[in-house]
């Protein structure tokens, strides 16, 4: 069975870290670029980060640019977000996806965990 | 950043019609970097419909996209209980990707 689960979330205060954990299973996970995508209780999506299969390349949104790495451990089928500098505004479920292309430029989420929460309280 | 602006913000119908969601993007858009996904409440979204018009593996053909350039539709010809929830649609023509706001589609 294709599978993502996430852990790592829990409660932190201000300007605290966290490291999220992403672990794949079902799929070869060396194949496929990945993302983290976050969502505030009772809001909309927000994409975070995407990562290349090798790990080359990496993107992300601006709001957590500079505080939030991506990373991956294609030996251990995992994806990692390590969080820092963490404010309120990025408290969230977090959510790792796998992206597939199925065609020329052509993408999709198609694979999602059950997410994570991360609280960013004093 | 391109924005996308998604209308009706809910949709109250009864099982049986027919639902019609829009994404309007704030600048042109591919076709092919446009996702509609699916979320019901407690669950992780599900890829519904990639390149604004291609049925992800296992979704029904009650559900179909459409569209270009600026704007999208996603239609659900002839809604079932299991269909409401709320649906995002998403871009990935350029940094960074973004999602629209959602439109709930609630039972009438």
């Known amino acids: 069975e294709v599978q993502l689960v996430e852990s790592g979330g829990g409660l932190v205060q201000p300007g605290g870290s966290l490291r999220l954990s992403c672990a794949a299973s079902?799929?070869?996970?060396?194949?496929?670029?990945m993302s983290w995508v976050r969502q505030v209780p009772g809001k909309g999506l927000e994409w975070v980060a995407n990562?290349?299969?090798?790990?080359?390349?990496?993107?992300?949104v601006d709001s957590v640019k500079g505080r939030f790495t991506i990373s991956r451990d294609n030996a251990k089928n995992s994806l990692f977000l390590q969080m820092n500098s963490l404010r309120a505004e990025d408290t969230a479920m977090y959510y790792c996806?796998?992206?597939?292309?199925f065609g020329v430029g052509v993408y999709g989420m198609d694979v999602w965990g059950q997410g994570t929460t991360a609280t960013v309280s004093s | 950043e391109i924005v996308l602006t998604q209308s009706p913000g809910t949709l109250s119908l009864s099982p049986g019609e027919r639902a019609t969601l829009s994404c309007r993007a704030s600048q042109s858009v591919s076709s092919t970097f446009l996702a509609w996904y699916q979320q019901k409440p407690g669950q992780a979204p599900r890829l519904l419909i990639y390149?604004?018009?291609s049925r992800a593996t296992g979704i029904p053909d009650r559900f179909s996209g459409s569209g270009s350039g600026t704007d999208f539709t996603l239609t659900i010809s002839r809604l079932e209980p299991e269909d409401f929830a709320v649906y995002y649609c998403q871009q990935y023509s350029g940094s960074p990707w973004t999602f629209g706001q959602g439109t709930k589609v609630e039972i009438k």
């Open positions: 079902g799929f070869t996970f060396s194949n496929y670029w």
């Open positions: 996806a796998r992206i597939s292309m």
């Open positions: 990562i290349k299969q090798d790990g080359s390349e990496k993107y992300y």
């Open positions: 390149g604004a018009s």
